[in-house]
């Protein structure tokens, strides 16, 4: 016995395989598979009827004949003249009529007009276990084949049989089967060519649909001015077709209008950072100016005030860098584009290590280098800020002692080459590795102790990596974090 469990499987995998087929498949599949039962119900029921009518006319001849057949072998011709014999009595019967006479179970006399001699023993048999019957009924007699008899009782108290054949019925049955087979066969076939082309110029518009639907999913709908595609053509739009084409239309004009209010924002965000940033250059350098000239200048100030002036130097110092990074975010917005010249990737990684094995001795810091040069096309300085920072972010988010390499190295990749800054300290939680290069997004204090990050460096990193047409990735699990990155070659 089957369990529920297994139907479910078998009901499941029949529902995913049908599934896969193609809606014009499905379609043209129902328009057959109906036809076919249409074809099977008419051809049945035509052959059923058909069938029924031949036999009542059968059955109607077999009465109208009689018994005549079968009475002029109840008596012999002794009784009367030779010339009115058995045989002249059968004058008028079709040939192939059975005629018998039966009595205690015995067949007494029997004959089939134009087949002398024709009836077995078999057959004999058969007749004899007759009994009399209202109705005719259908017999399969030995050689003979298939025969309609009527058993009436006889005057002397024995059984008269009279039979006609059924294969004239089965001929005219058999030629009617084979001449539907063949005009349904060919009427599916027709039909299911028909209505596959006629299913496909139905489909056509969703073909459309289909192909400007992929053309959005190519466009870079995540950053700047989009222009969608041309609008699906809607020929029809009383159909269901047509419905799916305007309901289309529809999404790609909201999407449209939702994405240009969004760049309208954002270009409307850039250039209030833009602007506030260099507003705020000047305010800050004076602080941080002042500050500077306090310190220098009056060295007798209580040691409180000395306190509160270095952080008003080192706040300013801090808010001077972020406001720097901002206008380089804003610039590599606004002008994605860069200046481009031959840069020797590994002079920039030996000159960030280098930087930071004097100021950040805490750490190890190694490289990993090929024996010859590896250049890029770039720009010098945002490659350098870019692999500071993804340095920096190394030495802030992670415990002194800990390992960091360096590595530049041409993969296998045609055009292509690779920067990769690998440490070892504890990893980015998962909670917020996906959304590390967000800006203003700060790690969590398991990575270090500390806070000073504004959230800026990955973004910046993220962006000049863009701007250079590349790209780059992180992974990160407690013992192992790595940012990637792949350049085009020079």
């Not at 995998?13 to 039962?37: E, G």
């Not at 040069?373 to 988010?397: C, E, F, I, M, S």
């Given at each position: 016995?089957?369990?529920?469990?297994?139907?479910?499987?078998?009901?499941?995998?029949?529902?995913?395989?049908?599934?896969?087929?193609?809606?014009?498949?499905?379609?043209?599949?129902?328009?057959?598979?109906?036809?076919?039962?249409?074809?099977?119900?008419?051809?049945?029921?035509?052959?059923?009827?058909?069938?029924?009518?031949?036999?009542?006319?059968?059955?109607?001849?077999?009465?109208?004949?009689?018994?005549?057949?079968?009475?002029?072998?109840?008596?012999?011709?002794?009784?009367?003249?030779?010339?009115?014999?058995?045989?002249?009595?059968?004058?008028?019967?079709?040939?192939?009529?059975?005629?018998?006479?039966?009595?205690?179970?015995?067949?007494?006399?029997?004959?089939?007009?134009?087949?002398?001699?024709?009836?077995?023993?078999?057959?004999?048999?058969?007749?004899?276990?007759?009994?009399?019957?209202?109705?005719?009924?259908?017999?399969?007699l030995p050689v003979l084949g298939e025969y309609r008899v009527l058993v009436t009782a006889g005057r002397d108290g024995d059984l008269l049989v009279t039979g006609l054949p059924?294969?004239?019925?089965?001929?005219?049955?058999?030629?009617?089967?084979?001449?539907?087979?063949?005009?349904?066969?060919?009427?599916?076939?027709?039909?299911?060519?028909?209505?596959?082309?006629?299913?496909?110029?139905?489909?056509?518009?969703?073909?459309?649909?289909?192909?400007?639907?992929?053309?959005?999913?190519?466009?870079?709908?995540?950053?700047?001015?989009?222009?969608?595609?041309?609008?699906?053509?809607?020929?029809?739009?009383?159909?269901?077709?047509?419905?799916?084409?305007?309901?289309?239309?529809?999404?790609?004009?909201?999407?449209?209008?939702?994405?240009?209010?969004?760049?309208?924002?954002?270009?409307?965000?850039?250039?209030?950072?833009?602007?506030?940033?260099?507003?705020?250059?000047?305010?800050?350098?004076?602080?941080?100016?002042?500050?500077?000239?306090?310190?220098?200048?009056?060295?007798?100030?209580?040691?409180?005030?000395?306190?509160?002036?270095?952080?008003?130097?080192?706040?300013?110092?801090?808010?001077?860098?972020?406001?720097?990074?901002?206008?380089?975010?804003?610039?590599?917005?606004?002008?994605?584009?860069?200046?481009?010249?031959?840069?020797?990737?590994?002079?920039?990684?030996?000159?960030?290590?280098?930087?930071?094995?004097?100021?950040?001795?805490?750490?190890?810091?190694?490289?990993?280098?090929?024996?010859?040069?590896?250049?890029?096309?770039?720009?010098?300085?945002?490659?350098?800020?870019?692999?500071?920072?993804?340095?920096?972010?190394?030495?802030?988010?992670?415990?002194?002692?800990?390992?960091?390499?360096?590595?530049?190295?041409?993969?296998?990749?045609?055009?292509?080459?690779?920067?990769?800054?690998?440490?070892?300290?504890?990893?980015?939680?998962?909670?917020?590795?996906?959304?590390?290069?967000?800006?203003?997004?700060?790690?969590?204090?398991?990575?270090?102790?500390?806070?000073?990050?504004?959230?800026?460096?990955?973004?910046?990193?993220?962006?000049?990596?863009?701007?250079?047409?590349?790209?780059?990735?992180?992974?990160?699990?407690?013992?192992?974090?790595?940012?990637?990155?792949?350049?085009?070659?020079?």
């Amino acid at each position: 016995m089957t369990s529920p469990s297994r139907l479910r499987d078998a009901r499941s995998a029949i529902a995913a395989r049908t599934a896969r087929i193609s809606l014009r498949a499905r379609l043209v599949a129902v328009l057959v598979a109906l036809l076919l039962v249409t074809s099977a119900v008419v051809a049945i029921v035509s052959l059923l009827l058909l069938h029924n009518f031949l036999q009542d006319r059968l059955d109607q001849q077999l009465v109208q004949a009689g018994q005549r057949y079968a009475i002029s072998l109840e008596h012999p011709s002794s009784d009367r003249d030779p010339d009115d014999a058995a045989f002249s009595s059968v004058v008028g019967q079709p040939e192939g009529t059975l005629g018998a006479r039966a009595a205690d179970g015995v067949v007494t006399a029997a004959g089939v007009v134009g087949r002398p001699g024709s009836l077995s023993d078999g057959a004999r048999s058969v007749i004899a276990s007759f009994r009399v019957s209202t109705k005719p009924r259908s017999v399969d007699l030995p050689v003979l084949g298939e025969y309609r008899v009527l058993v009436t009782a006889g005057r002397d108290g024995d059984l008269l049989v009279t039979g006609l054949p059924e294969h004239a019925v089965d001929e005219t049955i058999t030629q009617l089967a084979t001449i539907e087979t063949t005009v349904f066969g060919i009427a599916v076939v027709v039909a299911a060519i028909t209505g596959a082309v006629s299913v496909r110029l139905s489909l056509r518009p969703l073909h459309r649909v289909t192909g400007t639907a992929l053309r959005v999913s190519a466009l870079p709908l995540g950053t700047g001015e989009v222009s969608m595609p041309e609008r699906v053509p809607t020929s029809a739009p009383g159909t269901e077709v047509g419905q799916v084409a305007e309901a289309f239309n529809s999404m790609l004009e909201h999407v449209e209008k939702s994405l240009s209010q969004r760049h309208t924002s954002e270009d409307r965000l850039r250039h209030f950072a833009a602007d506030a940033s260099h507003e705020l250059r000047t305010p800050v350098a004076v602080i941080r100016s002042h500050a500077e000239f306090v310190l220098r200048t009056a060295p007798d100030l209580p040691d409180d005030v000395r306190q509160a002036v270095e952080r008003i130097h080192a706040e300013s110092d801090r808010m001077g860098r972020l406001v720097d990074d901002l206008l380089l975010l804003a610039r590599l917005d606004a002008q994605p584009g860069i200046e481009r010249s031959d840069v020797d990737l590994t002079r920039l990684a030996l000159d960030a290590v280098g930087d930071l094995r004097r100021t950040a001795a805490e750490h190890r810091w190694q490289l990993d280098l090929p024996p010859e040069p590896v250049q890029v096309r770039g720009d010098a300085h945002a490659l350098h800020q870019a692999v500071a920072n993804l340095l920096g972010n190394a030495r802030t988010h992670t415990p002194p002692g800990t390992i960091v390499t360096v590595t530049v190295r041409i993969p296998d990749t045609a055009g292509i080459v690779e920067l990769s800054v690998r440490d070892d300290g504890p990893g980015i939680p998962g909670i917020v590795l996906p959304h590390v290069f967000e800006r203003f997004r700060r790690g969590d204090h398991s990575r270090g102790p500390d806070t000073s990050n504004a959230g800026l460096g990955l973004s910046i990193v993220e962006a000049i990596v863009r701007a250079h047409d590349g790209t780059i990735t992180v992974q990160s699990e407690p013992g192992r974090t790595e940012f990637t990155v792949h350049l085009p070659a020079a």
